[in-house]
């Protein structure tokens, strides 16, 4: 061996990976090497699990049945695969196979035992207790002692909880507090005088000159009983409202009829409409603010109400009683504005559940005053709010130019119109109520007479001032034949203007009875006139028209009017005298040849003389047939025509 | 806003300041005239500062005026020259041109009474004083419907005379420039600036010659 030359050996490496095929030119086509979980999935499907298991704790021998059976198995495998040990079931397959065993054991050895011949089973000895009485006395106290230490320090924690806790809700009381706080600034002016919060209640910012001070007061309301139940409405902070605030007010406006007895002024309207129900609790201090600020805007408004009643004269002296004015501003009309003032306490309460006066109030009015005062409130705060322009005051531009125009007293005192919240108010009053019973006496005349009808047509935005009315008389069936009425009513404070159709003006007072004659004249006027219009659409003559008939009796309100038709052929005519009060008169000529009870004349001998119109005949109208004046005259008009 | 004339009215011979001027009211009122309210009119003089001046231009002086009647308005005149009708504000703004204008406060001149309405007329006896001492009598009639000059002139002299008789003025130099144009407030207080100055040189003379 030695004497033969070094052979040169090439080791290379097993190829770990199967050969597939050979190519001709010699290379070599690999298998690729199968992943775990692949290799795992082929062994797994070699094993034929129905064979081996259940088999092996039926019986010891079946089971030596069965772990020989995968023995052969592996032999088999072993020789095709030379890595026994890559079988992942070979651990779990040893361990089954021992525990057998050892069961196989157990099994003969109890077998044996329960003969009792050649085995028995004996009790270990066990160790001698220990000694009884002191140790335990020991360990008694020590327990004891033990348990003591814990429970102090299970006290302990427990105190610090609690008191954690209730520093906890101290302080988010206290963060509720600043929050409400907070909440409370963004909508009133709050300082601090002091140790105290202090706020602002008064219009005094929004310009208003009123002298109460109107301070409350913000509360901490913190220092509430911990273990009772906090209420729902419970609020960390509180307000303190001055006395005179408390409560809730309004201001009343009503018109009366006939002045009260003086005797009764001044308490009648003392205490009006119950409290409305207040849930039990305190309110928020929100609606409670509210409610003051709303007294004290109350209370400014009647103080000067009741300062310009006093200053102002009038033809009939304002009164002003106790917590009313009263003022007159029509004869026999009583405009009396109140200050209705109710606290909360139950003697007023009960009194205003004895006095529930039905009077109506006048809302429109109410609301005004507050608007006025507030107009008020605003004027004030322009002239003194910067910013201004240097070189003069800020205001009314024609006031601007005052100085510089060089404007003398007169000229300035017309610019400053300073009219006076009761004045205006009480024209407000007036012009509503004159509104009002204009509107009656339309509608009381509507319903009384029905031919002619009469139509308003109110406009639904007004000044407060003035309003407007459109006033139609029509006949029914005739509305568009018969329009010659139109009449536009501009009720203004003290006086209506009636414009005409055609344009004439004419004033009426304030009186009611003047605005019923108007109308009343100007619907007979309308009879005459549709009864020319008709004549018109039906071609008869007009042979005279009046509106103002001096002749025949007088009517008492205005004049009577009349119209003389006749008919196409001339033979007949027709003359209707009507009067607001003593109605209609309607009169038929005849055609003298028609009469047969005419008494022949001397003179008028000759047949010429027949042509001419006979004399007249009354119609009695109210046998006619139709439905109203304009349709009974169609209808005569009718009959009177030749065919 | 009518047509005015200012006058003076010589105090008579024996009688003081005062008492003419009572004088002149009783005969008002004796006339049918209704006291109707006071009135006053006064007058600042500004001497126009060093800075100004030195440019050349002789010391003009500034008469800063305000009349009750226009309660709004001051006047700020030069003589002969412009009149200014401004906001009340101007006398402030007088405060803060010290630098240009500077006020002789010793020269301040006014003119204070009782106001009258006679119908259309409207009468003002004033006391013209300068400092604490009464200097003279000044009477302002104004017609108030007119508010062209030379339309009343024979009216208002008319007037004049039935109160005022020798002492009527002729005149005045406002109306003159005037004609038929519309008589403004400023006249009248051009009037009242010449009456004072009128009644300063009057006063000086005198208050030289005892000296």
Redesign the interface.
Same mark, same amino acid.
């Given at each position: 061996m030695a004497g033969v030359p070094a052979v040169r050996i090439s080791i290379e490496s097993a190829c770990e990976k199967q050969v597939q095929e050979v190519g001709l030119d010699g290379s070599e086509t690999y298998l690729q090497p199968l992943s775990m979980s692949q290799n795992l999935a082929r062994l797994a499907q070699r094993i034929d699990f129905s064979q081996g298991s259940g088999s092996e704790e039926d019986e010891p021998g079946s089971a030596g049945r069965a772990w020989a059976e995968p023995s052969e198995a592996e032999d088999e495998e072993g020789l095709v695969k030379f890595q026994p040990s890559l079988w992942p079931w070979d651990s779990v397959r040893n361990n089954l196979r021992s525990a057998l065993t050892e069961m196989c054991v157990l099994y003969d050895v109890l077998s044996i035992v329960k003969d009792k011949k050649f085995m028995t089973l004996d009790p270990v000895v066990q160790d001698p207790p220990p000694p009884k009485q002191d140790p335990q006395f020991l360990q008694l106290i020590s327990k004891k002692k033990s348990l003591a230490g814990a429970a102090q320090i299970l006290l302990k924690g427990a105190e610090r909880l609690s008191k954690s806790v209730a520093e906890n809700q101290e302080n988010k009381r206290q963060r509720d507090f600043n929050s409400e706080l907070l909440r409370l600034r963004q909508h009133w002016k709050l300082r601090k005088v002091g140790d105290k919060i202090l706020g602002d209640l008064s219009y005094r910012s929004a310009g208003s000159l009123f002298l109460h001070h109107g301070t409350f007061e913000v509360i901490k309301n913190t220092d509430i009983d911990l273990d009772k139940k906090i209420p729902e409405d419970y609020c960390p902070l509180d307000v303190q409202i001055p006395s005179d605030l408390e409560g809730s007010a309004y201001i009343k406006v009503s018109i009366q009829k006939q002045a009260p007895d003086i005797g009764d002024l001044g308490t009648v309207n003392l205490f009006k409409r119950p409290m409305p129900k207040s849930k039990p609790g305190t309110p928020h201090w929100q609606t409670k603010l509210e409610t003051a600020q709303n007294v004290l805007l109350c209370k400014e408004i009647f103080a000067q109400l009741s300062r310009e009643a006093v200053q102002i004269k009038s033809q009939i002296p304002h009164i002003v009683v106790k917590n009313q004015i009263i003022s007159q501003p029509f004869p026999g009309l009583q405009l009396s504005i109140s200050l209705c003032h109710s606290s909360n306490d139950k003697k007023s309460q009960k009194s205003a559940s004895e006095k529930q006066n039905p009077e109506g109030h006048l809302y429109v009015l109410e609301h005004n005053l507050h608007q006025l005062i507030r107009e008020c409130h605003k004027q004030t705060l322009s002239s003194v709010v910067m910013p201004h322009p240097a070189s003069a005051p800020f205001g009314h531009k024609r006031m601007r130019l005052a100085g510089p125009q060089a404007f003398d007293k007169n000229e300035i005192s017309s610019l400053q119109t300073n009219e006076g919240l009761l004045e205006k108010i009480i024209k407000q009053a007036k012009h509503i109520f004159l509104r009002r019973r204009t509107a009656r006496t339309i509608d009381s005349l509507a319903s009384r007479i029905e031919d002619p009808q009469i139509q308003a047509h109110w406009s639904n935005i007004n000044d407060v001032y003035e309003s407007s009315v459109k006033v139609l008389i029509t006949s029914q069936g005739y509305e568009q034949i018969c329009k010659s009425i139109q009449l536009q009513l501009n009720i203004g404070v003290e006086q209506i203007r009636v414009v005409h159709r055609d344009g004439r003006v004419i004033t009426l007072s304030h009186q009611e009875q003047e605005l019923q004659d108007f109308l009343l004249s100007q619907m007979s006027q309308h009879q005459v006139h549709a009864v020319q219009q008709l004549a018109k659409v039906m071609g008869w003559h007009v042979l005279s028209f009046s509106n103002h008939v001096g002749l025949g009796p007088v009517e008492s309100i205005g004049n009577a009017s009349a119209i003389t038709v006749a008919s196409p052929n001339g033979d007949y005519a027709i003359s209707v005298r009507n009067g607001p009060e003593s109605g209609s008169k309607v009169m038929v000529q005849f055609p003298r040849s028609q009469c047969k009870d005419l008494p022949k004349g001397d003179v008028l001998q000759d047949n010429k003389w027949n042509h001419l119109r006979g004399p007249f005949k009354e119609v009695q109208w109210n046998k006619m047939e139709g439905r109203n004046f304009v349709y009974k005259m169609e209808l005569l008009m009718a009959a009177l025509t030749p065919c | 806003?009518g047509v005015t004339c200012v006058t003076q009215v010589p105090v008579l011979e024996g009688k003081s300041v005062q008492q003419t001027v009572e004088l002149l009211s009783k005969k008002l009122e004796l006339l049918g005239a209704e006291k109707h309210g006071a009135f006053g009119v006064d007058c600042e003089t500004y001497h126009t500062a060093a800075a100004i001046s030195s440019q050349g231009q002789t010391g003009k002086l500034m008469y800063v005026m305000h009349n009750s009647?226009? +309660?709004?308005?001051?006047?700020a005149l030069f003589e002969n020259g412009p009149c200014l009708? =401004?906001? =009340?504000?101007f006398d402030t703004l007088m405060v803060k041109l010290k630098g240009f204008f500077q006020n002789a406060k010793a020269n301040k001149i006014e003119s204070r009474g009782t106001r009258y309405q006679y119908c259309d007329f409207l009468v003002k006896v004033g006391t013209v004083t300068m400092g604490p001492s009464a200097r003279g009598i000044s009477v302002e009639v104004e017609y108030c419907p007119c508010v062209i000059a030379n339309d009343c002139w024979n009216l208002l002299m008319e007037f004049m005379q039935s109160f005022m008789g020798s002492h009527t003025p002729g005149i005045p130099s406002v109306f003159g420039t005037k004609h038929d144009s519309i008589y403004? +407030? =400023?006249d009248t207080m051009v009037q009242y600036m010449e009456l004072f100055n009128k009644i300063r040189k009057q006063q000086q003379v005198p208050v030289a010659g005892i000296r």
């Open positions: - | 806003m009647e226009y +309660p709004l308005s001051c006047f009708i =401004a906001d =009340a504000n403004s +407030p =400023a």
